[in-house]
């Protein structure tokens, strides 16, 4: 098992780094769905470029690597405990070549651990078989889809659907509810595993399980095709789209699996996971540790690069979109000037934000002056280079609902003009924005590589004790490009799409499955 060390860290900075071709044909197939010039598609085509990037520079995906998932099944004679080591210090080593993000946070103190390892950290299971070989297989699943993972207890009653009653019925109910409440938030275009039964621990264990089906696999049990084609075809009539921007194309794909549960127990187990869908496998020989095989590799791959091109003939034809410049320090009067639908260029100065910053800042002062200024949603994948300098490996937006209760009171506070984030904020960050004259910008989730790439230079950085995600990272940029999805006008495109899709939802309220 010399080499099994080494075949970790190539599994992992390969899941960080290159979609699997089921997930991509996925993707592609969502592209030819939308509508050229649309938000959706425009989206998308961010997302392929991305995905392309990520390939071309070795670098993650998305800057959430999340927690790392190690599925192991091995012959009964393997060294388990000498296994784990060697998966702990592959771990360690990608997180200091940048390929993975310091993602490992003491719950209480909020301590980085800096290397991915800590208390629960990564997760690794095995399993013993009898087959020859060793298979392992990793998820990368972020945080943001990770929050919105919901589980249901039959009967139960949903919003927008009624009765969801302890039958096949009920069942589908809760799936098509499941992808209702995530709206964007978790990325979407998304993929779900459904975990039919157990108790509230293995029904979410069979849901992560069905994230390692192949996309494009046939169920083998007759109702749970049938359910599997069902939400396919009409959870992408809700009408969420991709991030939340409206569309046809909001669920990616949708794995069911069951299992028994006791009489009194019945839950509906969902685990979402973005279009960032970063899981892969080997096969491992047992005596040397090298890989045999990689997984989920199979059938035609996708061209990007073509497709790419098509879009953008399609969309110079109609360009109907406002597109404004912004650079900091930004006035009151272009901030209200924006609206819903305009697509903003940024240039110049940023500063990051996410959790811990807002939470200090509201007892703090600023460590600059943020007055006319934008804060970026957003934990990066930093590395250093040979002269000492900073520079942005990953930088995509994190999922902004989390700000809601800081937001506006930090934005009146300090003068902030702007903030960019993904999956939108809500009704008192939206009354802020109208009082103090601000503005919400949508970036595109996962699209880590396309941002880090407008991201010319790190001017500086504070708060460093909060850990590299969590500092306030001080970024020059050029060509960084947003939505405005909410304005100073008390237009929220969220708001919109949200009420809408349950409207949609309501259609699927008569049973289908008797
Ligand atoms: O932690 C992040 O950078 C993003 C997170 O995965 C999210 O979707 O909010
Ligand atoms: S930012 Fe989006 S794409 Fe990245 S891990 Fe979070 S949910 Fe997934």
Redesign the pocket.
């Known amino acids: 098992m010399e080499k099994f060390q080494e075949s970790m860290y190539k599994l992992i900075v390969e899941t960080s780094t290159n979609l699997p071709k089921d997930v991509r044909r996925a993707i592609a197939a969502a592209k030819i769905r939308e509508n050229a010039g649309t938000r959706a598609a425009m989206s998308l085509d961010t997302i392929t470029k991305n995905i392309k990037m990520a390939d071309d520079n070795v670098s993650p995906i998305?800057?959430?690597t999340?927690l790392p998932t190690f599925k192991i099944k091995v012959p009964v004679n393997v060294n388990q405990i000498e296994m784990k080591k060697a998966i702990k210090k592959a771990v360690a080593d990608a997180t200091r070549d940048t390929k993975l993000r310091p993602n490992s946070v003491d719950s209480i103190t909020g301590d980085n651990s800096g290397d991915n390892l800590g208390e629960g950290t990564p997760v690794i299971k095995f399993e013993q078989w009898e087959n020859d070989y060793i298979d392992v297989r990793l998820i990368l699943?972020?945080?943001?889809?990770e929050n919105k993972n919901i589980q249901y207890s039959l009967p139960a009653e949903l919003e927008g659907l009624g009765r969801a009653g302890r039958d096949l019925d009920g069942i589908r109910k809760c799936i098509m509810h499941s992808v209702y409440q995530a709206q964007g938030q978790?990325?979407s275009a998304g993929f779900i595993g459904v975990g039919i039964g157990g108790d509230r621990t293995s029904g979410y264990e069979l849901a992560k399980e069905m994230l390692f089906r192949s996309a494009d696999d046939v169920n083998p049990n007759e109702n749970l095709r049938k359910l599997e084609e069902y939400v396919m075809e009409n959870a992408n009539k809700l009408g969420i789209g991709t991030m939340g921007f409206g569309g046809e194309t909001t669920l990616l794909g949708c794995k069911v699996g069951v299992i028994n549960r006791i009489p009194a127990s019945f839950f509906v187990s969902v685990a979402y996971n973005?279009?960032?869908y970063r899981r892969l496998g080997v096969k491992i020989d047992p005596v040397s540790g090298e890989i045999q095989e990689w997984l989920y590799q199979e059938g035609e791959d996708v061209d990007f690069d073509k497709m790419k091109e098509e879009a953008a003939a399609a969309l110079e034809e109609k360009t109907e979109v406002r597109q404004v410049t912004l650079e900091a320090p930004i006035t009151e009067e272009q901030i209200r000037e924006l609206r819903v639908g305009d697509v903003v260029t940024i240039n110049g100065m940023m500063h990051t934000g996410r959790d811990a910053i807002h939470k200090y800042l509201t007892d703090h002062d600023a460590p600059v002056d943020l007055n006319g200024q934008i804060i970026y949603h957003c934990g990066p994948v930093m590395a250093k280079d040979e002269e000492d300098n900073w520079v942005v490996k990953a930088a995509?937006?994190?999922?902004s609902i989390r700000e809601e209760p800081y937001q506006g009171d930090i934005m009146k506070k300090f003068g902030i003009r702007a903030v960019i984030g993904?999956g939108g904020m809500g009704k008192k960050t939206l009354q802020a924005l109208g009082e103090h004259g601000g503005v919400y910008l949508n970036a595109i989730?996962?699209a880590?590589q396309y941002y880090a790439e407008c991201m010319q230079k790190v001017e500086g950085v504070d708060l460093m004790q909060f850990g590299i995600p969590e500092a306030m990272w001080h970024i020059n940029v050029k060509g960084f490009t947003a939505v405005v999805t909410m304005d100073s006008h008390g237009n929220s495109l969220h708001q919109d799409v949200e009420s809408s899709s349950l409207e949609k939802l309501a259609q699927f309220k008569e049973p289908v499955f008797k």
């Not at 699943?141 to 889809?145: A, E, M, S």
């Not at 995509?396 to 999922?399: E, F």
């Open positions: 998305c800057q959430d999340g699943k972020g945080g943001g889809c978790g990325c973005c279009w960032a995509g937006p994190t999922t993904k989730g996962g880590a």
